[in-house]
């Protein structure tokens, strides 16, 4: 397969984790048997009742179906050094991507028709990059033990409501950390920083009659003049505001996507890959 981009092979996931998401990560796998109950009691059920419901209203990309869709697909599994999973398109109004990944047999991807009609290919390899990354890290072990450790807490006790709330709190804060942790996965299949914050300028207020006039740069500057604010009342604003959140705010992420693609962490990344390969690495890379 012809490759325009470096090959990260034997990238392993600690090399890309956000830090936050890399602690928080450790600190699940402190807990021995909940990740093998997880996968051995929930997985396999979770993913064949999904599995019926994709096959039964999804499409399923492949060679023969959307086949340039599914060439986006191989590329990054390719460059992300990881097996291929199902990728199904889904009719749904609301711009969206999703993965389960429970370390099993059929680990998917779906992808909503409106989010393929908000993005340009580029940008679309970038969402699915994402969900990889998920895949990569496996997350969605520890996103189901989170979520099953809510449930219990709150059928413990009289108090199990409050300690359900507080978990709560924890485990989407985990999430939000995941998110930035994808988001680098989408950088490194990419590798152009520009196409990320592109994907979450329009998630943020794209649309196809929008999308020629929206200017990538400004939004960047839009995301550091977010970052600058730091007073006791705005702080406040930014901490009640993405509490509850499963996603951070898209500025937050073109922030963090921003700083990641200038860090020396990701430049001395792509150029060890590069270095074994025979692609040189030229300043258009970047």
């Known amino acids: 397969m012809p490759m325009s981009k470096i090959p990260l092979l034997g990238l392993q996931a600690a090399q ?3 830090p936050i998401d890399l602690e928080a990560t450790q ?4 807990f021995p048997g909940l990740d ?3 996968r051995s009691l929930l997985g396999s059920v979770a993913e064949q009742v999904f599995y019926l419901e994709n096959i039964g209203s999804s499409v399923l990309v492949s060679e023969r179906q959307l086949p340039d869709l599914h ?8 460059i992300l050094d990881l097996e291929q999973p199902q990728l199904y398109v889904r009719q749904n109004p609301t711009p969206n991507a999703y993965t389960l990944a429970m370390r099993g047999q059929q680990p998917f991807i779906v992808v909503h028709t409106s989010l393929l009609e908000l993005l340009d290919p580029p940008e679309i390899q970038a969402v699915l990059a994402h969900e990889l990354g998920h895949l990569k890290c496996e997350h969605g072990v520890y996103l189901t033990i989170a979520n099953l450790l809510v449930l219990a807490a709150g059928q413990l006790s009289p108090f199990g409501g409050l300690m359900a709330q507080n978990l709560q709190r924890q485990l989407m804060a985990w999430v939000r950390c995941a998110e930035f942790t994808c988001d680098r996965a989408g950088l490194l299949v990419t590798q152009n920083a520009n196409v990320m914050a592109s994907v979450l300028m329009k998630l943020a207020g794209g649309s196809s009659t929008l999308a020629s006039q929206l200017n990538v740069d400004a939004f960047i500057d839009q995301a550091r003049a977010y970052d600058r604010i730091d007073h006791d009342l705005g702080n406040l604003l930014k901490s009640v ?6 996603h951070p705010l898209p500025v937050l992420r073109a922030r963090e996507i921003d700083r990641w693609s200038d ?3 990701y430049q001395s990344l792509l150029q060890t890959y590069a270095a074994n390969t025979d692609h040189p690495l030229a300043w258009k890379d970047w």
Do not use: I, K, N
């Open 263 to 265: 860090s020396p962490m």
């Open 36 to 38: 093998w109950l997880v």
């Open 241 to 246: 505001r993405t509490a509850e959140l499963t």
């Open 16 to 18: 890309f984790r956000h």
């Open 27 to 30: 600190t699940l796998q402190q």
């Open 71 to 78: 060439h986006l697909l191989v590329e990054a599994c390719h």
